[in-house]
């Protein structure tokens, strides 16, 4: 194998939460536009491609000269895994272009804030370790001690020794972002993208914004107009 670094920017035309957000007008642009110029600027990826099912997104992606993968609409339904998509694309450059990977690094285009640096951060720790890299945030007033599952009506607290501590005495806990993934290949297809054998970079708050619901398109509004 090779060790060429492959961006995949994985973009459905479908979503429930918010409709159509991948190539949503958020701040003048699409959010897709987002991710594609973080990784355009990086100088740690050989190769991006944008993996779609929609004709809109594609458009967007071959203006910004970002490589397409067509995406069949079998591997772009709700519950499709995202590492069909990954290895959809792998294989493409593989059999088309002679392009040939053995590292991937996961932009999901609902991240938006994630930026050149902490993409080739991520990279560069995968490099220094040769483990996959997750890209994590600091849990603050969501830390699981501030939890409770409901058992026969009544609050069961998931951290029963450490629910009343107050926040700056608590443990630190990582929430998995979503935004930046960095795995060989082959681990993915042995393990998934999710494994035990992560290891972790950390990213703020701010840029950890994670476009789920209408209420995150709203605070990423807001982020943008003060910055």
């Known amino acids: 194998m090779s060790n060429n670094v492959l961006a995949v920017i994985p973009a459905r035309g479908g979503s429930k939460g ?23 600027k ?3 990826l050989d190769r991006i491609v944008i993996s779609t099912d929609d004709s809109d ?15 069949p609409e079998s591997l772009a339904l709700d519950d499709s895994a995202v590492t069909s998509a990954v290895s959809h694309a792998v294989k493409a450059l593989r059999d088309d272009e002679a392009f040939v990977t053995d590292v991937v690094v996961l932009l999901q285009p609902t991240s938006p804030l994630r930026t050149v640096e902490d993409i080739d951060s991520a990279i560069d720790v995968h490099f220094k370790t040769d483990m996959n890299v997750c890209s994590v945030s600091e849990c603050g007033d969501n830390h699981p001690a501030r939890m409770y599952s409901i058992l026969d009506s009544r609050l069961q607290s998931l951290m029963p020794k450490i629910s009343s501590l107050r926040r700056q005495d608590l443990p630190k806990i990582y929430h998995r972002n979503g935004a930046l993934y960095v795995f060989s290949y082959p681990s993915m297809v042995a393990e998934g993208i999710i494994t035990e054998s992560m290891v972790p970079y950390i990213m703020g708050a701010e840029s950890s914004i994670n476009i789920d619901t209408e209420l995150d398109v709203a605070l990423l509004e807001a982020v943008l107009k003060l910055s």
């Open 18 to 40: 918010v409709p159509g957000k991948n190539k949503r007008i958020i701040g003048g642009k699409p959010l897709i536009a987002y991710s594609i110029e973080a990784a355009i």
């Open 42 to 44: 990086s100088k740690s």
């Open 57 to 71: 997104i594609a458009e967007i992606g071959q203006s910004y000269g970002v490589s397409v993968i067509n995406r």
